[in-house]
Nanobody, 125 residues
Framework: QVQLVESGGGLVQAGDSLNLSCAASGRTFSTYVMGWFRQAPGKERDIVAA????????YYTDSVKGRFTIARDKAKNTVYLQMNSLKPEDTAVYYCAASKRGITNVRQESQYDYWGQGTQVTVSS
């Protein structure tokens, strides 16, 4: 089992930055991919970014490219999401997710095995 705990959310103004953290504990040696998803009110949960735990390759959804950066610290078993130039449309609950095996589509929720409880990000205009 892997436990994921997110932190770093909050209320900010448009143009501000936030850095989300997701600390993993438990059987972290089996982690293959870690991702950040978000769910806005009334909408489905969608991928934001993902990172291959061993090699560090990354994926970003188009709407955050150039503004968000995903990174991992293997020594701390932590994945980060640095969010710059935030927009009101970035408002959502952000979830951290981890897979315990290789996956074929980082955008699919069903391919992740573990989820955090979520952290709220609110961006005011």
């Amino acid at each position: 089992q892997v436990q994921l705990v997110e932190s770093g959310g909050g209320l900010v103004q448009a143009g501000d930055s936030l850095n989300l953290s997701c600390a993993a504990s438990g059987r972290t040696f089996s982690t293959y991919v870690m991702g950040w998803f978000r769910q806005a009110p009334g909408k489905e949960r969608d991928i934001v970014a993902a990172i291959l735990w061993s090699g560090g390759s990354t994926y970003y959804t188009d709407s955050v490219k150039g503004r968000f950066t995903i990174a991992r610290d293997k020594a701390k078993n932590t994945v980060y999401l640095q969010m710059n130039s935030l927009k009101p449309e970035d408002t959502a609950v952000y979830y951290c997710a981890a897979s315990k095996r290789g996956i074929t589509n980082v955008r699919q929720e069903s391919q992740y095995d573990y989820w955090g409880q979520g952290t709220q990000v609110t961006v005011s205009s």
